[in-house]
């Protein structure tokens, strides 16, 4: 079955470390997104990406850095400068092919401890 | 920028009650509006979506309605389930961009 796939589903996070979340499809989806999610907040984009080697900025890109090396992976580095890290990070597709709707993945939970 | 904001933070109706789920949006040049299921600790689901061109849209046990005069777009759920209890964002996007604004959503809590 086609689909997003975000790995790991828990990560845990020292200060001062980087640490990367995983995101892979197999949709053949041209775009992909990751998104920040905090308790009772709406989604904020951090990074988006329409085309292999190509990335742009989202709203709070400050202390995350993406790569797009490949269609199918886009990979979420969360540096030691993004200060408050915890929370659930979604990564998303977009097929660009009509129908405007993302495919999510199922997240992951990342914490600082 | 142009956001998309929700009525109600949470909403509890009675098994078996119809729900109704509304967004605001301020973005005249919207032209895609979806929305998404979210379960707790999972990734948003598709639900239903419309574009600017409709007024109403069906899908099973949902209807999604669009009133462009006044940017309200509601999420209509008949017979409401257990399993319907989720967090519902609504997101839109402008003609010919790729680019989601979501919503802050609302709680959906069902009561046996």
């Not at chain 1, 009509?98 to 999510?104: H, L």
Request: net charge neutral.
């Amino acid at each position: 079955d086609g689909g997003i796939t975000q790995s790991p589903k828990y990560l845990f996070r020292k200060e001062g470390q980087n640490v990367t979340l995983s995101c892979e499809q197999n949709l053949n989806h041209d775009a992909m997104y990751w998104y920040r999610q905090d308790p009772g907040q709406g989604l904020r984009l951090i990074y988006y990406s329409q085309i292999v080697n190509d990335f742009q900025k989202g709203d709070i890109a400050e202390g995350y850095s993406v790569s797009r090396e490949k269609k199918e992976s886009f990979p979420l580095t969360v540096t030691s400068a993004q200060k408050n890290p915890t929370a659930f990070y979604l990564c998303a597709s977009l097929s660009g092919q009509g129908n405007y709707g993302y495919t999510f993945g199922s997240g992951t939970r990342l914490t600082v401890v | 920028g142009e956001s998309v904001g929700l009525h109600l933070p949470t909403l509890s109706v009675q098994e078996g009650d119809n729900s109704i789920i509304n967004c605001a949006y301020s973005n005249s040049a919207s032209d895609y509006f979806i929305w998404y299921k979210q379960e707790s600790g999972k990734g948003p689901q598709f639900i239903i979506d419309i574009r600017s061109n409709m007024d109403k849209r069906q899908g099973q046990r949902v209807t999604v309605l669009l009133n462009k005069t006044v940017k309200h777009l509601s999420l209509q759920i008949a017979a409401t389930q257990p399993g319907d209890s989720a967090v519902y964002f609504c997101a839109e996007s402008g003609a010919g961009s790729y680019q989601l604004t979501f919503g802050k959503g609302t709680k959906l809590s069902v009561i046996p």
